[in-house]
């Protein structure tokens, strides 16, 4: 799924988009849906995959679930400070869990929505990151 | 029950301590009380035995003094004057004279027997001048000796008198000299000595006469007097001291010595009772002092023992208590992590359900689908997912606030203020449901110091129960804040409804963790469950009272710091 080195975005305005989740079930539906929606979406199922996935490719926006099996989301987040990506980062928490959101947000994250979220506000969030 | 066995340990407990502290502090007293009085018993008992038989020997002594001294006057009288003269009543009458001057009285009369018992002279008071003395006892006895001192007897002139009798030889010749001795003077020898109230002495003969006017209580001889004689005899002692009954059957202490030559006893008798009567007293002081020391020790032991045993349980019931809080704060604890968790994992299924039902809302408005007839029925029914997922939300949102608190930021608040913005917030509610609320706040409150958000959460809670309960029938809740009289340092705020109240059965479950009466859908069962971990956590109390058909009636104690 997650394509490598050639990018199909170079002449193309859709947003490229790369969820990062470990529930798989959920981010094939979320890719659906986005991606009828007219975005590009790469899906991700653990932290490794995103950081995979980055290498290969740019991406204008990364959804980021903070709670995944494999590594935690925040380790994700400095992963991809570090590598210095310019892509926004939209993360995704538990409620009851804003103290994890507040450090993502000091570790350089776009915002926060908390989980489950209404798709509008997503994509909403998205756009805003993509304007900003 | 519980209570019963409690106190039955309580009570075994008691008993110990009470005990212990008796037989530790009688123990001494009763060994100290004990010791002395045997010492002095002792050294009393030696100290009134040789008061006695220096007494008795002393007087002994004086006795037999005077006894040889008379003799001895007697004696001197007959070697100065020849049979002749003293035969003859004049001189003797002179002679009698002198003796009588000398020694005040003592001599009554004097008398000059021969040999064959014949008195050939008399000078005294009687008329006894040639009376013949040949089958007297003293005469017969006298004959045999130098000197003689007689028994007391009554004789011819028919009182108590003894005769005192010098041997005279002249010339082939014998005559006796002989005195009659006045007894009064001679009793008053011993009748003087008193001892103590019942100690009195007296004389008596081999034969257990009396040689001095018997005491009162006996008319003839003393029963047992051989017993002195023999004890007498047995010790070779002039003197003994012994303790024996008497006549009467009271004990007695006696003290004897043996006069003239071992003729006579000089007893000396006191009651026990008497002589020891300083060793009865410091008896009964002794007593006395037992007693009251008894008394007030007991009453000590009593009195400390209870108050120890109510500190003791007072202690025990707080430290079960805080035992008792300590598990339930950590049973809150560990229902609040295990809620938190399945919140958690419920949370990704739920959202997966809802973006799949979206998702078939997505595809279904392609044309294909557009005529189909079901296509309204399918957007019902992915609109009721949608709605159920949010449900589920809820509830997952509901269990993660009970499990951590959303702000807990304390800082210093007036409850009343809290109280006033939330009857507010729930004023159109109460409106509504025809419920009216009255605020009954005592106005000077000081400020405490917790989390406001918390605080409203709670009061929110129980208002919406209270308002839920008389969602049917209407009413009034009443919320009053003051400072508390049951548990001081407390602020108390009470909220009273007048719904249809909390069945008893579930008065003990209404602060349970998913304890809920309101119908399936309505209600997740953990709203006074958070109430309760929010204010225990605070270091204030909740309870409720209530019974069916009368209402509930929270109360809320908050701690106000110092």
């Given at each position: 799924m997650n394509g490598k080195t050639t990018a199909p975005h170079t002449n193309d305005a859709r947003i490229r988009l790369l969820l990062i989740d470990d529930e798989e079930g959920y981010v094939n539906v979320l890719a659906n849906r986005l991606e009828k929606r007219h975005f590009h979406v790469t899906k991700a199922y653990s932290g490794s995959d995103a950081i995979r996935a980055v290498r290969g490719q740019d991406f204008d926006v990364a959804v980021l679930d903070l709670k995944m099996?494999?590594?935690?989301?925040?380790?994700?987040?400095?992963?991809?400070?570090?590598?210095?990506?310019?892509?926004?980062?939209?993360?995704?928490?538990?409620?009851?869990?804003?103290?994890?959101?507040?450090?993502?947000?000091?570790?350089?994250?776009?915002?926060?929505?908390?989980?489950?979220?209404?798709?509008?506000?997503?994509?909403?969030?998205?756009?805003?990151?993509?304007?900003? | 029950m519980i209570k019963d066995k409690y106190s039955k340990y309580y009570r075994s407990l008691s008993w110990n301590l009470i005990l212990t502290a008796i037989a530790v502090s009688f123990t001494p007293l009763i060994m100290v009380i004990g010791v002395l009085l045997y010492q002095f018993n002792v050294s009393y008992q030696e100290k009134t035995q040789a008061h006695l038989s220096e007494l008795v020997q002393k007087h002994a002594q004086n006795i037999d003094t005077f006894l040889t001294e008379k003799l001895a006057n007697l004696r001197q009288t007959s070697v100065n004057n020849s049979i002749e003269s003293l035969?003859?009543?004049?001189?003797?009458?002179?002679?009698?004279?002198?003796?009588?001057?000398?020694?005040?009285?003592?001599?009554?009369?004097?008398?000059v027997v021969d040999d064959r018992g014949m008195q050939l002279a008399y000078a005294g008071p009687y008329e006894l001048k040639n009376v013949t003395y040949a089958d007297a006892d003293w005469f017969k006895a006298a004959l045999q000796l130098d000197m003689y001192i007689s028994d007391v007897f009554t004789g011819l002139r028919g009182h108590p008198h003894f005769i005192v009798a010098v041997k005279k030889h002249e010339s082939g010749r014998n005559i006796l000299l002989r005195a009659t001795i006045d007894f009064k003077a001679f009793n008053s020898l011993v009748q003087n000595l008193k001892i103590g109230k019942t100690g009195y002495?007296?004389?008596?003969?081999?034969?257990?006469?009396?040689?001095?006017?018997?005491?009162?209580?006996?008319?003839?001889?003393?029963?047992?007097?051989?017993?002195?004689?023999?004890?007498?005899?047995?010790?070779?002692?002039?003197?003994?001291?012994?303790?024996?009954?008497?006549?009467?059957?009271t004990e007695n202490l006696y003290a004897v010595a043996s006069l003239k030559d071992g003729q006579w006893l000089l007893i000396v008798k006191q009651q026990v009772k008497d002589a020891f009567s300083d060793l009865n007293r410091m008896q009964n002081i002794a007593v006395i002092i037992f007693i009251i020391g008894g008394i007030a020790i007991l009453m000590m032991v009593y009195y400390t023992t209870r108050r120890m045993v109510r500190r003791i349980r007072r202690a025990d019931k707080e430290k079960e208590f805080m035992n008792q809080q300590v598990i339930e704060t950590g049973k809150m604890a560990s229902?609040?992590?295990?809620?938190?968790?399945?919140?958690?994992?419920?949370?990704?299924?739920?959202?997966?359900?809802?973006?799949?039902?979206?998702?078939?809302?997505?595809?279904l408005e392609e044309e294909e689908f557009a005529q189909s007839s079901n296509l309204e029925e399918f957007n019902r029914a992915l609109k009721q997912i949608n709605t159920q997922g949010r449900r589920c939300k809820e509830i997952t949102h509901k269990l993660l606030s009970f499990a951590r608190k959303?702000?807990?930021?304390?800082?210093?608040?007036?409850?009343?203020?809290?109280?006033?913005?939330?009857?507010?917030?729930?004023?159109?509610?109460?409106?509504?449901?025809?419920?009216?609320?009255?605020?009954?706040?005592?106005?000077?409150?000081?400020?405490?110091?917790?989390?406001?958000?918390?605080?409203?959460?709670?009061?929110?809670?129980?208002?919406?129960?209270?308002?839920?309960?008389?969602?049917?029938?209407?009413?009034?809740?009443?919320?009053?804040?003051?400072?508390?009289?049951?548990?001081?340092?407390?602020?108390?705020?009470?909220?009273?409804?007048?719904?249809?109240?909390?069945?008893?059965?579930?008065?003990?479950r209404v602060f349970d963790p998913f304890f809920t009466t309101k119908p399936v859908g309505k209600g997740t069962g953990l709203g006074l469950s958070i109430c309760y971990g929010i204010i225990n956590k605070m270091g204030g109390k909740i309870d409720v009272q209530s019974a069916s058909g009368q209402g509930a009636r929270f109360r809320i104690w908050i701690p106000v710091q110092k």
């Open positions: 099996e494999d590594m935690d989301g925040l380790e994700v987040l400095k992963i991809f400070k570090q590598m210095g990506l310019e892509m926004k980062i939209i993360m995704l928490t538990g409620h009851g869990s804003q103290e994890a959101a507040t450090e993502g947000l000091t570790l350089g994250a776009f915002d926060y929505l908390t989980k489950p979220c209404e798709l509008h506000d997503l994509i909403e969030k998205i756009q805003q990151a993509c304007r900003a | 035969s003859n009543s004049e001189v003797l009458r002179e002679k009698l004279q002198n003796l009588r001057s000398e020694y005040s009285n003592v001599f009554v009369d004097l008398g002495a007296y004389i008596l003969n081999r034969k257990g006469e009396f040689q001095t006017s018997p005491p009162l209580e006996y008319k003839a001889s003393p029963t047992g007097y051989e017993f002195f004689w023999n004890a007498v005899a047995k010790t070779k002692n002039t003197f003994i001291i012994t303790q024996r009954k008497d006549e009467s059957g229902i609040g992590e295990l809620a938190a968790g399945i919140a958690h994992e419920i949370n990704n299924p739920v959202a997966i359900m809802v973006e799949e039902a979206g998702w078939i809302g997505d595809l959303t702000d807990s930021t304390v800082k210093d608040v007036q409850l009343n203020e809290i109280i006033t913005e939330i009857v507010g917030i729930s004023s159109q509610m109460a409106k509504y449901n025809k419920v009216t609320i009255e605020m009954n706040l005592q106005p000077t409150l000081p400020y405490i110091t917790i989390s406001p958000s918390e605080m409203q959460q709670v009061l929110l809670n129980l208002i919406n129960n209270a308002l839920d309960a008389m969602e049917k029938t209407g009413g009034t809740i009443q919320i009053s804040t003051k400072i508390s009289e049951i548990e001081p340092g407390h602020i108390v705020i009470i909220i009273q409804d007048d719904g249809p109240g909390i069945p008893e059965a579930n008065l003990a």
